[in-house]
């Protein structure tokens, strides 16, 4: 393999040549790809991590580009779900790299499966859902994971090792109470994506070269607008239901029935078995009521003030709004239940 574009990256000494040939026979899982994600991707695919599975269930939209740095104008107007476009971009960033996309929502049924095998997961998720499902299966399987998060001008990541420190349970027991800023309520500036991903993938790249030594070992925020810094060392809680009783709840629910989704006004409907939707037959039915899209991944259905996105397993995306039971409704009525 030509090492030439590895070249200045060999040249940093805690990498080396043959660090950069543990990176190449490595394999990293990365859940959401939005703003996070998009960035680490870009990142670990550049620095040759020798195999790289993307894994979300959304599709690119204008409003994603501010943060998104992966896409593209043509990506929104094309509707690709992100997993499609990122691979096709990493791809061509960088051949040598095996990059597998995977337009799926991540499930108490599908995770093990999506997960195993790998020798790190990054977290580029936007919901605690989603992150407890990681760390029941991170420390089930005894895989490292990279917490990240942001909003408005605020980042914050936390290094798992299971087995070894203090897992998201130990940190979180349950989601953070009380009224929060979200994405929806406080925006987020693409200086803070950069410093949570850069922290993320740098410390991805330590596990992976068998650095652990090297870790920050805390929970690690940033305010890049404020300059405020804050490092904390979380214990590892004895009475912890996860690392500790080695109860995986998340992994024994079977889904949730619907999922509220941050930075914008929509409700997700995923169905427990894939349906295999035909979305050509599909488009034909909905041309009466309203104005239909379709390619090879999503269909996307306006019906004012909705909007609803199909995807040939049967999940659907309806956005102008968080109530479930409107959203299921228009689900069933016009995709039937």
């Known amino acids: 393999m ?3 574009k590895y070249s200045r990256q060999i040249l940093f000494r805690p990498i080396g040549p043959e660090g950069q040939e543990k990176l190449l026979a490595s394999k990293a899982v990365l859940v959401g790809c939005g703003a996070l994600g998009a960035a680490q991707a870009n990142v670990l695919v550049r620095a040759g991590v020798g195999a790289l599975r993307i894994i979300d269930r959304d599709f690119v939209e204008e409003s994603n580009l501010q943060r998104q740095w992966l896409f593209d104008e043509h990506d929104a107007a ?5 997993a499609v476009a990122a691979e096709r971009k990493l791809r061509a ?12 929502d991540v499930t108490s049924r599908n995770i093990e499966e999506l997960v195993r095998g790998c020798d790190v997961i990054l977290d580029g998720t936007d919901n605690f859902e989603t992150r407890y499902l990681m760390n029941d299966a991170a420390v089930k399987l005894g895989i490292p994971w990279i ?8 980042a914050l990541t936390m290094t798992i090792l299971p087995g070894r420190g203090p897992c998201l349970a130990c940190v979180y027991p349950s989601p953070p109470q009380g009224l929060h800023e979200t994405c929806d309520t406080a925006g987020i500036i693409g200086p803070a994506v950069g410093w949570a991903s850069s922290i993320q993938v740098t410390e991805a790249l330590k596990l992976l070269l068998g650095r652990e030594s090297e870790l920050h070992g805390t929970l690690f925020a940033f305010d890049v607008w404020r300059n405020r810094a804050q490092q904390v060392k979380p214990p ?10 080695r109860t995986f709840a998340h992994l024994e629910e079977g889904g949730a029935a619907h999922v509220t989704m941050c930075g914008r006004n929509s409700v997700q409907i995923h169905q427990r078995d894939s349906r295999g939707l035909d979305l050509k037959l599909l488009k034909a039915r909905l041309e009466q009521f309203g104005p239909v899209k379709a390619n090879d991944f999503l269909l996307k259905f306006a019906l004012e003030p909705y909007e609803l996105t199909v995807f040939p397993d049967g999940r659907a995306i309806i956005k102008g709004t968080q109530d479930a039971a409107v959203a299921r409704g228009l689900y069933a009525k016009y995709v039937g239940a």
Not at 78 to 82: A, F, R, T
Not at 236 to 245: N, S, Y
């Open 147 to 154: 917490y990240g998060a942001v909003v408005a001008s605020s």
């Open 93 to 104: 960033i960088n051949s040598g790299v095996q990059v597998e996309g995977v337009v799926a």
């Open 78 to 82: 094309e509707n690709l779900p992100k």
């Open 236 to 245: 590892i809680d004895p009475g912890c239901r996860v690392c500790g009783a």
């Open 2 to 4: 030509n090492m030439d």
